[in-house]
C-alpha cells in the first residue's frame, strides 16, 4: 500500500513538473521569438587582392594574426614594373634635353634673325633716304645744267659777234661741262643706290622667310611636350602599378583566410586574404513568418552562441530584411501545375550585438530570444 502511494506521489509530481515546464515553455515563447537559426556575420568581411598580377613574393600574416590599418600584408614581383619605369624616366630625361636644346637653338635663331632683320631694315631706310637726297641733287644740277647751257648758247652767239672776250665763253662751257660730268656721277650712284635698296628688299624678304624656321621649331617642341605628357602618363600608371604590388590592410581586424602561398602567380582582384573586423560583428536570424508577430526594430534580444553554452549576449533588432530566404531562391519553385503546399517562410532579421568580445567568429552558430512587443 505504501508503494502505491509513492508511486501515485511521484507520478503526481511529475505531472506538475511537466505542467510546470510547459507552461513556462509556452509562456517564455509568447513573451519571446525563440530561433536556433542564426549565425555570427559581418560586413567588415572583405577579400583583398591585388590590382595587377604577378607572382607572389612576400606574405606577411597568417591566418588568425590581427592586423592593423595600413599594414603591409603582401608584395608582388615588381621588377618589370621597376625597368619599365626607368626606362621611361630615361626616354622622358632624354626628351626634356632635345627640348631644351631646341628651345635655345630658337632663342638664338630668333635673336640672330631679329638682328639682321633691323640691319636690312636700317639698310633699307637709309638708301631710300639716300635715293631721295640723290633725286633732289640730280633735279637741282639739271635746273643749273640748262641755265648754264643757255648761258653758253648766248656767249657763243656774242662771242661771234665779238661782243664778249673768248674766255668768258670757255668759262661757261666748262661750267656746263662740270655739271654734266657732276650730274653723270650722281645718276650712276643714284642707280646703285636703287640696287643697293632692292637689295635690302630682298634681304628683308630673305628674313621673313627663315623666320618660318622658327615656326618650325616651335612645331617641334610643341611635339615634343606632347611626347614627354604623354610619357610622364605613362610613368605615372607604371609608378601605380608599382604601388599596387603592394597588398595593405584597408582596416584593422583578423585574417580569416589566407588564399595564396609564395611564389603563386596570381591574377589582378585574385583574393589573397579575407580579412574581418571583430568589432563589426552581428547576428543574422532566420526567423519564421509564425513567430514575427510582436517582432520589430529596437527590440531586446538574447543571444547564446553555440561555441560557448555558458555566455548570454545582449543584442537589438535593427531590422527585419522585406522579402523572404526563398525570393532569392537560385531554384524558384514552379506553382504553375496547381500542385502547391505551403510552405513556411523564413525572413532575415538583423540583430546588432550589444556586448561582443574578441573571440567571437564570423559563421558561430547562436541561438537567440527577441522579446516581443
Known sequence: MRRKWVATGIIMALIALFSYLAYDFFTYRSKYAVSD????????LSFLGFKVGGKVV????REGEGVEAGELLARLDDRDFVLAKEGLEKEIASLKE??????????RVAKDLAIELELHRNEYTAASHQIAALEAKIEGLRARYEKVGADARRLERLWERRLIARSDLEAAKSQRDYLAKEIAALRQELRAKRVQLSNAKLAIEAVKNKQKLLQELD???EAGEDRIE??????????EKIGYC????????RIAKRFVNIERVVEAGSPIYALVDPSQLHVEVLLSEKKLRGVAPGNRVLIEVDAYPDRVYRGRVEEILPASAATFALVPRDIASGEFTKLDQRFVVRIQLLNPTQDLRV???????IQRK
Open 246 to 253: 603592394r597588398l595593405y590592410a584597408p582596416f584593422a581586424g
Open 37 to 44: 537559426a542564426a549565425f555570427i556575420r559581418s560586413d567588415s
Open 363 to 369: 559563421g558561430m552558430g547562436a541561438s537567440v530570444a
Open 219 to 221: 612645331r617641334q617642341i
Open 98 to 107: 632635345h627640348n631644351q636644346a631646341l628651345r635655345l637653338k630658337r632663342e
Open 58 to 61: 612576400h606574405l606577411t600574416k
Open 230 to 239: 604623354g610619357l610622364e602618363k605613362e610613368l605615372a600608371q607604371i609608378e
